[in-house]
């Protein structure tokens, strides 16, 4: 393995202890070949995060009797051979249905009563052959931008004392530790691409309706949605197309280059990306400009009426997934308490209003018209720190999210494709990262043009320290 962290292609079939760390595309190639079998793969997996979870965190439940015999099965049957992630570990995150476990949405105040069936995005890793290892961690019904809660704090593989970001923080840290290769998570306000950009991973969140949703009691009024995270583009896209339902193949080039917007403006006031993401976007643009694409500067039409309509969304998701988890609001924490409590008002004063988000989408579409993609930064610098989040108040959370976090929520509301990819190393050897956007439909380009970027500047795909197959990894204490 390179600095990089691209797979050497001339190395030896690895053992199934050396499958820890691999890429799931080769993974299951080694299973569908018969070199390894799963039950061996997801074993050397599950003793990985023995080894280096109760330093990051990013589980609530390992599944290791469960996954095993999930396992055999895969290796027993006479489908193996087309599965595109067979004997594939994956993880969940803890707001969605896995048949058996309790979903908790991160509240310890939900129902205990343990799921009767997969939701369909499960439904479908497991048809794929994937083995769901583990239940990830997330923040108290998925609000906020890191993952903590009562005697549990998530962190950031690269630096255990920064948070992995929320909510898919565990799904993400679970990456990034090496203790899977792709995990499902989902996307509200940028549940997938905040922990991608905090962990140096890559991520895509879908346009509305590409991938099933059904994210509590109504998708966060149609912004949520579910994805993948992963460290490799090849990954991803595999990845994506199981959870859409299609036939994986590689992202198809788009024949000609690309015209791409660049955007720098925070759509909250006063707020600016540090300097070394705006190096990172910097040297981004030299890439795609090196490799023959076009940017132009223009900034999307991202107005206050925008970000109102997707604040009230996320006000009234809080109150909308307590009730519909059956949660008590008295047993909430209190910062989630006052977010259902905003929720409810701004639910009876009717501030969730259909239109506000036809018409952005409308708006954002029409920005499309003569740009094929729009290049931004993600967030304004490091990650939070890794602390108890959930033992400090509602205006606490909510100003600390915002100032980091500024620039995805507008995405959620238009229902359009973004994705995530690691873009530099900053100051203190944390990854850096972008954000990509497309129009409705353009899941694949954005794959396609993050894999571009992944072969012009390959990323190192784990953190010294949690790298699996590096040799120079260490043995975290």
């Known amino acids: 393995m390179d600095a990089s962290g691209a797979l050497d292609s001339a190395r030896p079939a690895p053992s199934a202890a050396g499958t820890v760390g691999l890429p799931a595309i080769?993974?299951?190639?080694?299973?569908?070949?018969?070199?390894?079998?799963?039950?061996?793969?997801?074993?050397?997996?599950?003793?990985?995060?023995?080894?280096?979870?109760?330093?990051?965190?990013?589980?609530?439940?390992?599944?290791?009797?469960?996954?095993?015999?999930?396992?055999?099965?895969?290796?027993?049957?006479?489908?193996?051979f087309a599965l595109p992630l067979a004997g594939v570990p994956v993880a969940v995150k803890d707001n969605v249905a896995v048949a058996g476990e309790v979903c908790t949405d991160g509240s310890p105040a939900c129902p205990?009563?343990?799921?009767?069936?997969?939701?369909?995005?499960?439904?479908?890793?497991?048809?794929?052959?994937?083995?769901?290892?583990?239940?990830?961690?997330?923040?108290?019904?998925?609000?906020?931008?890191?993952?903590?809660?009562?005697?549990?704090?998530?962190?950031?593989?690269?630096?255990?004392?920064?948070?992995?970001?929320?909510?898919?923080?565990?799904?993400?840290?679970?990456?990034?530790?090496?203790?899977?290769?792709?995990?499902?998570g989902n996307d509200g306000m940028g549940s997938l691409r905040l922990p991608a950009a905090a962990c140096g991973l890559v991520t895509l969140k879908p346009g509305t309706g590409v991938v099933p949703a059904d994210i509590g009691a109504d998708s966060w009024s149609g912004m949520a949605v579910n994805g993948a995270l992963a460290t490799t583009v090849a990954d991803l896209a595999v990845a994506h197309a199981v959870l859409a339902g299609e036939e994986p193949s590689e992202p198809q080039a788009p024949g000609r280059p690309l015209r791409i917007a660049l955007a720098t403006r925070s759509p909250v006031p006063a707020v600016r990306a540090d300097a070394a993401t705006r190096a990172a976007v910097d040297a981004v643009v030299a890439r795609l400009t090196a490799a023959g694409h076009t940017v132009v500067r223009r900034e999307p039409p991202i107005t206050l009426g925008a970000a109102a309509g997707a604040?009230?969304?996320?006000?009234?998701?809080?109150?909308?997934?307590?009730?519909?988890?059956?949660?008590?609001?008295?047993?909430?924490?209190?910062?989630?308490?006052?977010?259902?409590?905003?929720?409810?008002?701004?639910?009876?004063?009717?501030?969730?209003?259909?239109?506000?988000?036809?018409?952005?989408?409308?708006?954002?579409?029409?920005?499309?018209?003569?740009?094929?993609?729009?290049?931004?930064?993600?967030?304004?610098?490091?990650?939070?720190?890794?602390?108890?989040?959930?033992?400090?108040?509602?205006?606490a959370n909510i100003t600390a999210n915002a100032r980091w976090a500024p620039g995805t929520a507008a995405w959620n509301l238009a229902g359009l494709p973004a994705a995530v990819l690691p873009a530099g190393t900053g100051p203190e050897g944390l990854p850096v990262a972008v954000q990509i956007v497309g129009p409705p439909g353009a899941e694949g380009r954005l794959l396609w043009l993050a894999g571009e970027l992944e072969r012009l500047q390959p990323w190192r795909r784990?953190?010294?320290?949690?790298?699996?197959?590096?040799?120079?990894?260490?043995?975290?204490?």
């Open 26 to 80: 080769e993974i299951a190639r080694l299973v569908r070949s018969g070199e390894v079998t799963a039950v061996d793969v997801v074993r050397a997996h599950l003793d990985h995060i023995d080894a280096v979870d109760a330093r990051v965190g990013a589980f609530r439940v390992v599944r290791r009797e469960a996954a095993l015999a999930e396992a055999h099965a895969i290796d027993t049957a006479l489908t193996r």
């Open 112 to 184: 205990t009563e343990p799921a009767a069936r997969d939701h369909e995005v499960v439904a479908r890793l497991r048809k794929a052959g994937a083995i769901v290892v583990g239940i990830t961690r997330a923040p108290e019904l998925c609000l906020y931008a890191a993952t903590d809660g009562p005697g549990a704090v998530s962190r950031n593989p690269w630096d255990t004392a920064r948070s992995p970001a929320g909510s898919s923080g565990g799904s993400a840290a679970a990456v990034a530790s090496g203790s899977v290769p792709i995990a499902h």
């Open 311 to 395: 604040l009230a969304r996320w006000m009234v998701g809080a109150e909308d997934d307590a009730e519909h988890l059956g949660i008590d609001r008295r047993a909430l924490q209190p910062r989630s308490r006052t977010h259902a409590r905003i929720g409810r008002l701004v639910r009876r004063a009717g501030l969730v209003r259909p239109r506000t988000a036809e018409r952005f989408r409308e708006r954002m579409v029409a920005f499309f018209g003569d740009v094929d993609v729009l290049l931004s930064p993600v967030t304004t610098g490091p990650p939070l720190a890794a602390r108890p989040w959930h033992e400090r108040g509602f205006l």
């Open 462 to 477: 784990y953190a010294p320290v949690f790298d699996p197959i590096a040799p120079t990894a260490q043995a975290p204490a």
